[in-house]
């Protein structure tokens, strides 16, 4: 084997050591208190739970900007732009009823 086909060898097989060596980064976690309590949580346009659940069991996301909504039957929708930075973060929302 030449120099050159050895010095790449070396250096594919320590570029691979080092990817497995690397640690997954900490998930952001969401943990919505709303009211009322059975609000639909949709991030980035996708269903994410109800709010029940998530106040419980906070979910996974990769940390950063994400847009979410909040909604509930006879409730004004509310829309936020959320920065998650890893870790849990705890949101309390109170939905605002649409007047009779």
């Keep these: 084997m030449g120099?050159?086909?050895t010095a790449l060898l070396l250096a594919l097989l320590?570029?691979?050591c080092a990817k497995q060596g690397?640690?997954?980064p900490e998930p952001a976690r969401l943990k919505v208190l709303a009211t009322p309590p059975d609000a639909s949580?949709?991030?980035d346009g996708h269903y994410f739970g109800r709010a029940t659940v998530l106040s419980q069991e906070p979910k996974a996301l990769v940390p950063g900007i994400h847009l979410m909504t909040v909604q509930?039957?006879?409730h004004f929708p509310h829309d936020m732009e959320l920065d998650l930075p890893p870790g849990t973060t705890t949101l309390t929302i109170?939905?605002?009823?649409?007047p009779p």
């Design 14 to 16: 320590s570029f691979g």
């Design 3 to 5: 120099m050159r086909a």
């Design 22 to 24: 690397t640690v997954a």
């Design 41 to 43: 949580v949709y991030i």
């Design 72 to 74: 509930a039957e006879d």
């Design 94 to 98: 109170e939905l605002r009823p649409v």
